[in-house]
C-alpha cells in the first residue's frame, strides 16, 4: 500500500509539472533575474535597507530601459523595417541562385515564375489569419517578461525565506549536506550569470561595431539580436547570424560574405578569447554536454526549454559534482 501510494504520488507530481511545466519555466527564469539583481541590490544593502536598495535598482532599470529606447528605437525601428523589406528579396535572390545551378546541372526544370502573384491573396489572406495569434503571443510574451521580473524582485528581496522553507523539508542529518549544495549552486549559478553577462555585452558590441564597418545597415538591430542570442550558448549564436547574412544579401553578394567573414571572425573571438579569459572563471561546461542538454530541453519543453537549458544544466552538473562524485564516490573534484 505504501510503495502503491507513493508510485501514484509520483505520477501525480510528474503529471502537475508537465501541466504547468512553462511556469516552472518562467520560474527559472525569474530566478536567472534574481541572481542578476543580487550583484548591485547585495551591494547597496551595505550601507541601507534591502528593500530600498531593491526599489532602486528597479527603478534604476527601468530608466536605464526607457533611455536606452527613447535613443535607439527610432534606428532600430528603421532597420527592422528595412530587415522586413529586405528579407523577402535575399530569399528571392537565394531562390535564384539555387534555380541557376539546377539548370546548369540539368536538375529540376524550371515552372513558370508567375506563380508568386498568383499566391499573393492566398498567402495574405494567410497572413491575416495569423494576425491575431501573433497579436495574442506579444501580449503573451509581455506577461511572462512583468512575471518574471516581479519573481525576481521577490526572491533577491528575501532569499534566506525560501532557502529557509526548502530546508524544512531536509531531514535533520542531512542540514549540513543541504547547506552546501545550496551553497556551490548559488555561487556556481551567480558565476555562470556574471560570465554569460560580459560575454553578451562583449559579443553584441564586436558584432554591431564590425557590421558597421563592413557596411551592413542594420547593424545596430543585429548587434541587439546577437546580445541576445549569446544567451543561449553555440544555438543561439547560430541563430542570431541568419538575419545579418539576410540583411548582407539583400544588399549584394559582395555584403553578404563581408557579413559571413564578420560573423565568423566574432565567433572566433567568443571561441578563443571570451570563452577562455570569461567562461573559464565562471562554469565550465563541456560543448558535447551542452549541446545533448539544449537538444534534449528544447525537444521537451520547445524553445523555452533551450533558454533555460544552460543554467539548469550548470545546476545540474554542480549538485552531480558535489552529491554523487565527491560525497558518494569519494573521488575528488573535477575541473574540466
Known amino acids: 500500500m505504501q510503495v502503491g501510494l507513493i508510485l501514484l504520488a509520483s505520477a501525480a507530481a510528474l503529471a502537475a509539472f508537465w501541466l504547468a511545466h512553462e511556469i516552472v519555466l518562467l520560474a527559472l527564469l525569474g530566478v536567472l533575474i534574481g541572481v542578476v539583481f543580487s550583484f548591485p541590490v547585495g551591494w547597496l544593502s551595505r550601507i541601507m535597507p534591502r528593500g530600498v536598495a531593491l526599489l532602486l535598482v528597479l527603478l534604476a532599470l527601468v530608466g536605464a530601459a526607457a533611455g536606452l529606447v527613447a535613443l535607439a528605437a527610432p534606428t532600430l525601428e528603421r532597420e527592422v523595417d528595412q530587415l522586413r523589406e529586405s528579407a523577402p528579396k535575399a530569399i ?199 549541446l545533448v542538454g539544449q537538444g534534449t530541453f528544447g525537444a521537451v519543453f520547445g524553445l523555452m526549454g533551450i533558454v533555460v537549458s544552460t543554467p539548469t544544466i550548470v545546476c545540474l552538473q554542480v549538485l552531480t559534482q558535489y552529491l554523487w562524485v565527491e560525497r558518494r564516490l569519494g573521488k575528488e573534484r573535477f575541473n574540466p
Open 92 to 290: 528571392e535572390r537565394a531562390q535564384g541562385w539555387v534555380r541557376r545551378v539546377q539548370s546548369a546541372t540539368g536538375g529540376g526544370q524550371g515552372k513558370g515564375g508567375g506563380g508568386a502573384a498568383e499566391k499573393a491573396p492566398e498567402v495574405a489572406a494567410k497572413v491575416g489569419e495569423k494576425a491575431v495569434p501573433a497579436l495574442v503571443a506579444v501580449v503573451s510574451s509581455i506577461t511572462s517578461i512583468i512575471l518574471v521580473i516581479v519573481l525576481g524582485a521577490f526572491f533577491v528581496y528575501q532569499p534566506d525565506v525560501y532557502r529557509r522553507g526548502v530546508r524544512l523539508m531536509v531531514p535533520r542529518e542531512h542540514e549540513a549536506v543541504f547547506d552546501e549544495a545550496w551553497r556551490r549552486t548559488s555561487q556556481g549559478l551567480r558565476k555562470w550569470v556574471g560570465g554569460i553577462v560580459v560575454s553578451m555585452t562583449l559579443m553584441g558590441t564586436l558584432t554591431a561595431i564590425a557590421l558597421a564597418l563592413v557596411g551592413i545597415k542594420e547593424w545596430l538591430l543585429l548587434g541587439v539580436l546577437t546580445f541576445l542570442g549569446t544567451f543561449v550558448p553555440y544555438v543561439g549564436a547560430v541563430a542570431s547570424s541568419v538575419p545579418g547574412l539576410l540583411a548582407g544579401l539583400a544588399q549584394s553578394p559582395r555584403h553578404f560574405a563581408l557579413a559571413g567573414a564578420v560573423y565568423v571572425g566574432v565567433h572566433l573571438v567568443e571561441g578563443y578569447l571570451v570563452e577562455p579569459l570569461v567562461m573559464k572563471r565562471a562554469v565550465s561546461i563541456r560543448p558535447a554536454l551542452l
